[in-house]
């Protein structure tokens, strides 16, 4: 098998699972071949922001076995956000015949070991035909996929942001939905026109703690101490950032997860600590940070080989591809339970 990088997301693979809900139910749903949606314009996931979706990764091991890691995360994750969307919640078996059963029809679509993963895209969107402003009575649940690699090639230059906000107490910030992603656009499209890769979004009160990272969790290695900012209704509950904290607790790593601020963050820079920074994320696994800029003024980060976030890095994707032994039952072996 040869496996050449594509850009991330650029190519679907030819399967996709569908399931229907409609009379106040799902459907048993079926493994398809991957093709367009036929929907009316009416259909109105177009018009209220009924979208949630999940993502994660499949790895082939050494052995060729398939390993999905830590699907029932995204499981419960995925059901979280359709409740916050007021959409109908997805039955356990429904959830594991689209993810697992179509990755063992995909098998041939996951990279060789160590050369990439194959990505899964689960979403459901409204789709009832009608322009009234009120809750849909139809939906659709599929599961798509691609093959993919590293999601970034570079470390990345970040802005604080302090104009725009992400989300705020009692909204959807927590939720895995559509309108959270489109409302971030705007001000990465202008922190990118200044020449950053990223922002990192501050709190909508006081634009002073820092929340996520663009389409990610984030932390700081403050010289030995691993921080990171709180789960909360403006936080996604991040899959990745839950391994990683467990990750650094087995290591003995101290471990701060709790309200961190901009001026902390300035006075440890200012002190000349070692300051490690990164986004934590399903796609990139962990992408380190070159640079903060904060207020206009540039900081550099430690991004050294030997740096704290690659070993927790390496330790993360060694489990995910099989090549370190997973003491946590992260993985879910696909044939396993393609054959019970």
Not at 53 to 59: N, T
Not at 143 to 160: E, H, I, M, P, R
Not at 172 to 184: D, I
Not at 283 to 291: C, D, G, K, N, Q
Request: glycine letters at 8%; a negative charge.
């Amino acid at each position: 098998m040869t496996f050449q990088a594509k850009p991330f997301g650029s190519s679907p693979a030819p399967l996709m699972y569908v399931a229907k809900y409609e009379n106040d139910g799902w459907d048993n749903g079926t493994i398809e071949p991957f093709t367009d949606l036929v929907l009316s314009p009416f259909a109105m996931c177009f018009h209220y922001g009924q979208t949630v979706f999940e993502g994660l990764k499949a790895y082939r091991s050494a052995d060729d076995q398939i390993l999905v890691f830590r699907q029932q995360e995204n499981f419960l994750r995925m059901n979280k956000s359709l409740e916050r969307m007021a959409m109908p919640t997805l039955p356990q078996k429904l959830w594991e015949e689209g993810i697992l059963s179509l990755i063992s029809n995909l098998r041939d679509e996951v990279p060789p070991h160590g050369e990439g993963s194959l990505y899964i895209r689960p979403f459901a969107i409204a789709t009832q035909p009608k322009l009234g402003v009120e809750l849909s009575d139809e939906y659709l649940f599929l599961v798509t996929a691609c093959q993919v690699g590293a999601y970034y090639d570079k470390n990345l230059k970040v802005k604080v942001e302090k104009e725009f906000t992400r989300a705020a107490p009692g909204g959807a910030g927590s939720a895995k939905c559509g309108g959270n992603y489109g409302s971030a656009f705007y001000p990465f499209k202008k922190a990118k026109a200044e020449g950053f890769d990223q922002i990192l979004w501050t709190d909508s009160k006081s634009h002073e703690f820092f929340e996520e990272s663009g389409t990610m969790n984030f932390g700081f290695f403050i010289e030995d101490t691993f921080i990171t900012p709180p789960a909360s209704d403006t936080i996604l509950d991040g899959i990745t950032r839950k391994s990683i904290i467990e990750l650094a607790r087995d290591k003995g790593y101290k471990i701060e997860v709790r309200p961190f601020s901009v001026t902390e963050l300035k006075e440890s820079f200012s002190k000349g600590l070692k300051i490690e920074a990164f986004g934590l994320g399903t796609a990139a696994v962990i992408a380190p940070f070159e640079s903060i800029s904060i207020d206009g003024i540039n900081y550099a980060c430690y991004c050294a080989p030997d740096a704290q976030m690659f070993t927790l890095k390496n330790e993360l994707k060694g489990i995910q591809e099989g090549k370190v032994f997973d003491k946590h039952g992260w993985n879910t072996i696909v044939e396993k339970f393609v054959e019970a």
